[in-house]
């Protein structure tokens, strides 16, 4: 491709990153007042042009019905934030941080179905914009004139962003609320409108830049997760809550994008490599290296190197006898089951991916609760472990058990590589860094057709004769299960487990008594990726295929559910929270077309009535003064 071509590409990158700016920007703003990691705001812009798409088509093709209807779409979508803010947010501040995180996944789910609901399945473009559906001539090609004034916007509202928080008496409040909440509200400042008025206006901001999008990109149901994705890239990359920092990374994404699109394919030692395949995964790639070369993003600011002591978690105690009983007397129940479900083979599928379920929550627990490592690409080790497992049979013609063994191996040595990065960072930056690589295997999952069949992924692999019925390989899963368990709760409680908790608690004493924390951690990040991958070839075997969504992100966040809904407090919280919420999703999944808004409106009642996690709200009740 000519240089001409790439320079029009570069001008498509522009218009690109307007729009990427116009989501970050919003999500920024509210995560630097509120400290809410939002997780609806994509579903915010994917509303955004949902409404613009009604509002335009009722009013006409008209530049007042067109432009009129853009606005008033922002602005609804700017009430509907202050309502969820007022309604939701306003019950769980004072929750743990990924709690709150929990309960905007729940409305994820809600406006998912509430958009099927009212606009259906189908995808719908809107009309183009009145005096802006032309094209103009730029380097000897035609470029649409509604591009154009898409690069434009994106300086124009950071432009207006500026003179509202550096000239203004709210954007005085705003920026004050960033740098110390507690001083802000100690000065008689009303925080509740505050937090009000700054969630409205990052979500209009959000609402604006899916509105705008109209004549570009058809409205569909898919928008939510890819927005959201990508926005917390460009606000990481950026770095949290500057503005200006999200400008600088939706551009850097957009232009390297857009590079390697009208590049095209290069050649090197007679090997072709397609650039514009990176696409898929080049914002990951630009965050991982960000994060690992500046781990507070572009124009952010470094973090304090520890945890403050009030922050301490409650101590972890062996189980209390009432709490031995009740756990020997489930897994007799487990152990005849199969017996009481006879005449319901459906039941022992089901009881199959609980316990599946159970062991890859268990795994992310161990990292996130007692390591304090909040992970959000922990599928990215199910996913390889259940590739390799499915390999190991498929392409080495291995057996079962032998191919089962590989598993954690392939999910530990990419743990071991991702870990040493990982561990280097703390809080969401740590987060989104498990992100970026979950999502750079998941794209090699994607795109290696000869390896792991891509899209298609791989079919055909199935247990060997032995565990060929559902009741025996019930039983294999229930083993495995329960000695991955056990395994993972002696470790915590050896001095290992112990050395793991201090570098948590006070990093800073373990280190001064000679715990090398950050190695602590790895190991750590080793074994639960480990244990993850085992998790993964049980699933590939009780499926009998594998696809690179069992690595997505969908798969991780499914993770985080249960860990949270059981509650992070605890060792039982993720066994409790993946029953649940696998019982919740099969159950309402079968039962009603809408079940994502049923299992939204259920998560979200139990984070308000138990904002410690089901587990937690027990271990209160009964023993509020231990662990179990």
Excluded at 223 to 248: E, H, K, M, N, R
Excluded at 287 to 307: I, T
Excluded at 495 to 509: K, Q, T
């Amino acid at each position: 491709m000519g240089l001409q071509s790439v320079l029009v590409q570069l001008l498509n990158g522009l218009a690109g990153a307007s729009t990427l700016f116009l989501v970050a920007a919003g999500l920024s703003l509210i995560f630097g007042v509120t400290r809410i990691v939002n997780f609806a705001h994509g579903s915010l812009y994917m509303l955004g042009i949902y409404l613009s798409y009604s509002l335009v088509s009722r009013w006409g093709g008209s530049a007042a019905g067109f432009w009129g209807g853009i606005t008033l779409a922002a602005l609804a979508v700017g009430l509907l934030g202050a309502a969820i803010e007022l309604v939701v947010l306003q019950r769980i501040y004072h929750a743990p941080v990924l709690f709150q995180l929990l309960a905007t996944f729940a409305l994820v789910l809600i406006f998912k179905d509430a958009a099927l609901y009212v606009w259906g399945p189908e995808d719908l473009l809107g009309p183009r914009a009145p005096g802006l559906g032309g094209s103009v001539g730029l380097l000897g090609h035609r470029f649409p004139s509604y591009s154009l004034f898409l690069i434009a916007v994106g300086p124009a509202v950071l432009g207006l962003l500026w003179l509202l928080l550096k000239r203004s008496r709210f954007g005085t409040l705003v920026r004050a609320a960033t740098e110390d909440r507690e001083m802000v509200g100690a000065l008689g400042v009303n925080e509740a409108w505050l937090f009000t008025a700054v969630f409205a206006l990052g979500a209009s901001i959000a609402g604006l830049g899916g509105a705008l999008q109209l004549p570009v990109e058809p409205a569909n149901l898919g928008l939510d997760f890819s927005a959201i994705g990508d926005a917390f890239v460009v606000v990481v990359v950026g770095g949290l809550g500057s503005i200006p920092g999200a400008y600088l990374a939706a551009l850097l994404i957009s232009e390297i994008k857009a590079l390697c699109i009208g590049i095209g394919d290069v050649t090197l030692l007679g090997t072709t490599f397609s650039l514009s395949r990176l696409t898929l995964v080049v914002e990951f790639l630009v965050m991982a290296a960000v994060l690992v070369a500046r781990p507070w993003g572009l124009l952010g600011r470094a973090q304090a190197p520890a945890r403050n002591a009030a922050e301490i978690e409650p101590p972890l105690r062996p189980a209390d006898p009432w709490l031995k009983r009740l756990g020997w007397s489930a897994l007799l129940v487990l152990l005849i089951f199969p017996i009481l479900g006879r005449e319901y083979p459906y039941v022992q599928v089901l009881a199959v991916d609980m316990l599946v379920a159970a062991l890859f929550a268990v795994s992310l627990h161990f990292v996130m609760g007692p390591g304090a490592m909040h992970s959000f690409g922990h599928a990215a080790y199910f996913g390889l472990g259940a590739y390799c497992a499915a390999l190991g049979v498929k392409l080495l013609a291995l057996p079962m058990g032998a191919a089962m063994l590989l598993a954690p191996v392939a999910a530990g040595l990419g743990a071991l590589v991702f870990g040493w990065f990982c561990v280097r960072l703390s809080g969401v930056y740590l987060a989104m860094l498990t992100l970026a690589f979950a999502q750079i295997v998941w794209a090699l999952a994607y795109q290696w057709d000869g390896l792991t069949g891509g899209s298609n992924g791989l079919v055909g692999v199935w247990p060997s004769p032995f565990f060929a019925s559902k009741t025996a390989y019930y039983y294999l899963a229930l083993v495995v299960c329960v000695v991955g368990v056990l395994l993972l709760r002696r470790l915590l409680f050896s001095p290992f487990g112990y050395a793991l908790r201090a570098g948590r608690d006070s990093p800073l004493r373990a280190d001064a008594i000679g715990i090398d924390v950050k190695r602590v951690q790895w190991a750590a990040f080793v074994v639960a990726g480990m244990m993850g991958g085992v998790a993964g070839a049980l699933y590939v075997f009780s499926k009998g295929s594998i696809s690179p969504e069992g690595l997505g992100v969908g798969r991780s966040i499914d993770g985080l559910v249960m860990v949270l809904l059981g509650g992070i407090q605890t060792l039982s919280g993720p066994l409790v929270g993946s029953v649940v919420y696998t019982w919740l999703q099969d159950t309402i999944a079968r039962n009603t077309e809408y079940w994502r808004a049923m299992l939204g409106l259920i998560i979200l009642a139990l984070v308000v009535l138990f904002p410690q996690g089901i587990a937690g709200w027990v271990r209160q009740r009964i023993v509020p003064e231990e662990g179990t």
